[in-house]
């Protein structure tokens, strides 16, 4: 009877592929773990890190105090060994001036504890923008220092940290842990 050896046939290439789909799910599996065991500044359900939602207010002038909310995120283990660990947004709003900027930087060591996070404005025009992040995070506060950049109606920007002026000391501000739902509602 040929009937019953097709049916092995069929139960072969299910077991193969079946098989296959486990193999591929452990290596990702390995992969993706590897990557938060190896790198304890991401977040993960009952660890927070470094990654998530953050928010606190800067004064980036005398009078001209501001709303900041920080989403940082990981890069997931398969981007390229030359880009940065962390990447992100940042939202600034106050003072008639809603800012976002794409944010990416790196840990400065193993823990997360201290970082730096290069920030770039999505829209250019006249306005007060901040700086790169340079910071510290201590459980559920990020002590960040930052200077600010003055772009004038003319397209002309004056830093506080440039060197044809006298440098002002760098603003401090605290950042604290938040959620998605108090990024969405910040600005």
Not at 8 to 27: F, W
Not at 70 to 95: F, M, Q, W, Y
């Amino acid at each position: 009877m040929a009937i019953g050896r097709p049916s092995r046939r069929r139960g072969g290439k299910l077991r193969l592929i079946v098989g296959m789909i486990g193999v591929l799910a452990i290596g990702f599996g390995l992969i993706y773990g590897s990557h938060w065991l190896l790198n304890p500044w991401v977040s993960l359900p009952g660890r927070p890190g470094l990654t998530g939602y953050w928010q606190g207010d800067v004064t980036v002038a005398p009078g001209d105090k501001r709303h900041l909310v920080l989403h940082l995120k990981g890069d997931p283990p398969s981007r390229c060994s030359n880009c940065p660990d962390i990447d992100g947004t940042a939202e600034v709003c106050g003072a008639g001036q809603h800012t976002e900027y794409d944010v990416w930087g790196d840990p400065l060591n193993f823990r997360g504890t201290r970082f730096a996070l290069k920030i770039r404005p999505v829209r250019d025009g006249p306005g007060r923008y901040l700086n790169r992040l340079d910071g510290e995070r201590d459980g559920d506060v990020l002590t960040v220092e930052t200077g600010v950049t003055v772009v004038d109606a003319d397209g002309v920007a004056r830093s506080t940290t440039s060197s044809d002026r006298p440098s002002e000391p760098p603003l401090r501000l605290e950042l604290r842990r938040a959620t998605a739902a108090d990024y969405r509602a910040a600005c």
